[in-house]
C-alpha cells in the first residue's frame, strides 16, 4: 500500500512513541518524511529503525515550545520536502500531580508545550500546506479531553484545547482545503505513557507516589488485549492523513480499545 508515494510529511514528536511509529508507517507506505523532535537521540533511533526507508528520511531538531525554534524548524523542514502535504503534530508532554500541588510553572508548562506549541507548527505550516496537495492536518487530542483521568488537570485542559482548536481551523481552512483532524489515543503504550520515550517532549506520567490506583480501574481496555502498542494510533494517523481520509475533517476519532464508551 503506497498512500504517501510523492506526499511530504512533517511529523514532530518523531523520535519516540506515537510519533515515530508514524513515522515509520509513513515512510512504509511511500512518503518523503521530515521528522521533528527536541532529542537528538530520539531522532537517530527513528533514522536507524527505519531502515532502507531513511533515504526518505530527513530529520529536524524543533523545541516546539519555542517561537523561533517553530519558526526556522518549519522552515527548513519545508525546504528540504520542497512543500508540504502532511502534518502530523505528536509531540508534547504529560506531567501529573495533586492539583492543590502543581505550581502555575508547571501547569503553564503543559500547555507550552501541548496547546501552544500545537498551534505555533500549525501556523508556521499554513502557507506550504495551502500550496500543498490535498493537504491535511492531524493533531494529538486524548481521551482526557473528554473523559475524567486523575491527577492531569494540567495535560486534560490541553488536550481538550487541541481538541477545540482542530475544529475551529476545519472551518477556517474547508474551503481552502486543508482538513483538520485529530486522534484521541487512550490506553497505548508509548513512550509518553510508559516513561521510556527519550524525548523531553514525550515523558512519563510520574504519577504521585500516594495516588489512587483505584481510580483508574475503570481506565481498562473493553477488548481484554491489554495496552495496545503506538502502531496501532500510527495506522489511523496514516488514514487520516492520506487520500483514504478525504472526506473527514473537523473531527476526532478515539483509538482507546473501547476503554471509554
Not at 524543533?62 to 526556522?72: C, G, H, Q
Not at 481498562?220 to 495496552?227: E, I, V, W
Amino acid at each position: 500500500m503506497n498512500r504517501y508515494e510523492g506526499r511530504r510529511a512533517l511529523i514532530t514528536g518523531g523520535g519516540s512513541g506515537i510519533g515515530q511509529a508514524t513515522v515509520l508507517r509513513i515512510l512504509a507506505e511511500g512518503g518523503t518524511v521530515v521528522a521533528a523532535d527536541i532529542s537528538e537521540q530520539g531522532l537517530r533511533d527513528t533514522v536507524a529503525k527505519a531502515g532502507a526507508d531513511a533515504e526518505r528520511l530527513s530529520t529536524r531538531v524543533i523545541d516546539i515550545a519555542d517561537e523561533s525554534s517553530v519558526r526556522d524548524g518549519v522552515a527548513a523542514a519545508v525546504a528540504t520536502l520542497g512543500g508540504l502535504d502532511v502534518l502530523v503534530n505528536a509531540a508534547g508532554i504529560l506531567r501529573s500531580s495533586h492539583t492543590h500541588e502543581t505550581s502555575l510553572d508547571a501547569f503553564t508548562r503543559v500547555v507550552q508545550v501541548n496547546l501552544v506549541g500545537t498551534f505555533l507548527v500549525i501556523r508556521e505550516s499554513i502557507p506550504a500546506l495551502l500550496a500543498g496537495r490535498d493537504a491535511a492536518v492531524v493533531n494529538f487530542s486524548s481521551t482526557s479531553a473528554a473523559f475524567a483521568h486523575p491527577y492531569m488537570a494540567a495535560y486534560a485542559a490541553s488536550k481538550g484545547g487541541i481538541q477545540s482548536m482542530t475544529h475551529a481551523l476545519a472551518s477556517e481552512y474547508a474551503r481552502q482545503g486543508i482538513r483538520f483532524t485529530a486522534v484521541q489515543p487512550g490506553s497505548i503504550s508509548s513512550g509518553m505513557t510508559d516513561g521510556s520515550g527519550a524525548s523531553k517532549q514525550s515523558t512519563g506520567p510520574g504519577l504521585p507516589a500516594d495516588a489512587d490506583m483505584s481510580l483508574f480501574a475503570k481506565l481498562s481496555p473493553a477488548l481484554g488485549q491489554g495496552f495496545a502498542g503506538p502502531e496501532t494510533v500510527a495506522s489511523v494517523v496514516a488514514m487520516l492523513g492520506s487520500e483514504d481520509g478525504r472526506f473527514i475533517t473537523g473531527t476526532e476519532v478515539r483509538v482507546d480499545g473501547g476503554t471509554h464508551f
